[in-house]
Structures are given as C-alpha cells and as structure tokens.
C-alpha cells in the first residue's frame, strides 16, 4: 500500500535550518502533486507549500514564503521542505502529503515529523 513517510524533524534555535525529508512507496511518483501540511499544537493544520507533479509550479502560505523551500526528486520518490531563518511560531507538526494530478484531494498522508523552535 501506499506509504509516505518523514524524517528530519528536531529541536532547533530560531534562525536555524531544518530540511525535512518525505519518501514515498507503492505509487508513480511522478504522477502526483506534493505538498506540506503542519499543524501548532491547539490549532487547525495548515496549508504550507505545494508542487504541482510536473515540478514546474510551487505555491507557498504567506507565512514562509521567501523562508521555505519545496523541492522533489523523482527518481527517489521523495519530496523535501529546506526551512531557512525559522521563527518560534513556526513550531508544529509537519505532515506531508500527495495527490494524484487532476485531483483536488490529497490522497495519502505521511504520520507527521515534529519541528520545535526554541527562541
């Protein structure tokens, strides 16, 4: 079945870069659109940054926008978030997440990598 799973998450000053990881199983890569999710413990998860399958768009919430980066590598079926000059608020949990091209849904979803910014 379809597994998406994280890595990179940790504990890190504000200021400080993270690049989180996300590698995907059992589907074409190739075909799907990426995104990144979080979610700041007491509040609704949020939208974060996406990539359209093509690699050509990416499309970012204004709160890390100029900060993050999303980037993929097909031929690994994996996605990555490169995080830059972090701030306390952007503490959460970090989920990943695809959809197939043509969908408005995200199908499948990775089980969340924590990210805490110390100030």
């Known amino acids: 079945q379809v597994q998406l799973v994280e890595s990179g998450g940790g504990l890190v000053q504000a200021g400080d870069s993270l690049r989180l990881s996300c590698a995907a199983s059992a589907l074409t890569f190739s075909n799907y659109d990426v995104a990144w999710f979080r979610q700041a413990p007491g509040k609704e998860r949020e939208f974060v940054a996406r990539m359209r399958w093509s690699g050509g768009s990416t499309y970012y919430a204004d709160s890390v926008k100029g900060r993050f980066t999303i980037s993929r590598d097909n031929a690994k079926s994996t996605m990555y978030l490169q995080m830059n000059s972090l701030k306390p608020e952007d503490t959460a949990v970090y989920y990943c997440?695809?959809?197939?091209?043509?969908?408005?849904?995200?199908?499948?979803w990775g089980q969340g990598t924590q990210v805490t910014v110390s100030s």
């Open positions: 997440a695809v959809r197939a091209r043509s969908t408005s849904q995200y199908n499948y």
